[in-house]
């Protein structure tokens, strides 16, 4: 029969087994993530540039069939100009949200002085 500090030794001995056991199905399950992560960001970006290809021909079409009503000079300067006014507006609101998204100064402070309260208990 084991006494209590053999027992104590054994129940220790079995929480370092469970947690080196967790331990290994957490890297496991983490590597499993990280690669269905991985091919999941390649195939995004795969379709991301066909896309891309895809709204270079919609313009295309568009500058193609302005031909029909003025020269293809004109048309192409048309769609480029739409293409550079779109582009502003967009750059406009990515600033006005990048604005908005700054921290505030409240919120700094707080954040400061909770790290002292951690800090000194």
Request: glycine fraction near 6%; proline fraction near 2%.
């Amino acid at each position: 029969m084991l006494g209590i500090v053999g027992h104590v030794q054994e129940m220790k001995a079995r929480a370092l087994a469970l947690v080196r056991l967790q331990l290994e199905l957490a890297t496991i399950e983490f590597k499993r993530k990280a690669k269905a992560i991985g091919i999941a960001v390649v195939l995004g970006i795969v379709a991301l540039v066909v896309v891309l290809y895809a709204i270079g021909f919609v313009f295309a079409a568009a500058a193609a069939g302005l031909t029909e009503v003025v020269p293809l000079w004109a048309s192409l300067l048309i769609v480029a100009f739409l293409l550079l006014l779109t582009a502003a507006v967009l750059l406009l609101a990515a600033a006005r949200f990048a604005r908005r998204a700054g921290a505030r100064p409240e919120t700094v402070e707080e954040a400061q002085t909770t790290a002292r309260e951690l800090r000194d208990a």
